[in-house]
């Protein structure tokens, strides 16, 4: 069974400094992994999605994010956090056959100070 | 090309009623998914269709249903609703599922009085 496992509920960071968001996964297939964004009040916005490619996946806004098997992580990144980056951040699986279902991790609540 | 669009935006029901909410996809897209977001359990997938025929369900009760039309625009329905239905409902479109990226649309968000 796939399931996803995001390991802080908050984060806070200065803008202009690195952002760091963990996520662990868990499957027994190979998997597809996406990160997506969700503002308040709105619906969620794909920022990057690993499908067994390249294991450095760059996104929009200055995201990326990093496949490692061997630690099963997708941990994703940023250089420097801007005050628009502030929202929630799903790390999400999905498996790769005909079942199609997406597992959604609990969200990181991303906070940047001025 | 607009986005997924969701109506309404807000609603506010009584328990016991029921409620339709609507989901109109990227033009293109076959796949329409629904999900349910709440404070305690998170984002919860509902169910998925594609070409009129439900491909997957999620672990809600019988009082969940949708249907998907021939332009693949589709609707969610909830009979007999309960306290614990109130939630942001989200609908996601893709061309085809499967693990191709999803587009969401801004949300219906359901109010149980």
């Known amino acids: 069974a796939q399931s996803v496992t995001q390991l802080d509920s908050h984060v806070s960071v200065s803008e202009g400094t690195p952002v760091l968001l963990r996520c662990n996964y868990s499957s027994s297939y190979s998997p597809s992994l996406f990160w997506y964004v969700q503002h308040p009040n709105k619906g969620l916005q794909l920022l990057l999605k690993?499908?067994?490619?390249?294991?450095l996946v760059k996104g929009i806004n200055g995201f990326e994010a990093e496949f490692k098997k061997s630690e099963t992580s997708f941990h994703l990144t940023k250089p420097s956090a801007h005050m628009s980056d502030a929202a929630e951040y799903f790390c999400v699986v999905s498996r790769m056959d005909s079942s199609y279902k997406l597992i959604f991790g609990s969200g990181t609540r991303l906070l940047v100070r001025p | 090309k607009a986005g997924v669009t969701q109506t309404p935006r807000y609603l506010i029901k009584t328990r016991g009623q029921q409620v339709t909410l609507s989901c109109s996809p990227i033009?293109?897209?076959?796949?329409v998914s629904w999900y349910q977001q709440t404070p305690g359990q998170g984002l919860q997938f509902l169910f998925e269709?594609?070409?009129?025929?439900?491909?997957n369900k999620g672990n809600f009760p019988g009082r969940f249903s949708g249907r998907q039309f021939s332009n693949s625009r589709s609707e969610m329905n909830v009979s007999t609703l309960e306290l614990g239905d109130s939630a942001l409902y989200l609908c996601?479109?893709?061309?085809?599922?499967?693990?191709?990226?999803?587009?969401f649309g801004d949300g219906t968000r359901l109010s149980i009085l």
């Open positions: 690993y499908t067994s490619a390249a294991t």
């Open positions: 269709y594609f070409s009129e025929t439900q491909r």
């Open positions: 033009s293109g897209h076959r796949s």
């Open positions: 996601a479109s893709s061309l085809e599922g499967g693990v191709q990226p999803q587009h």
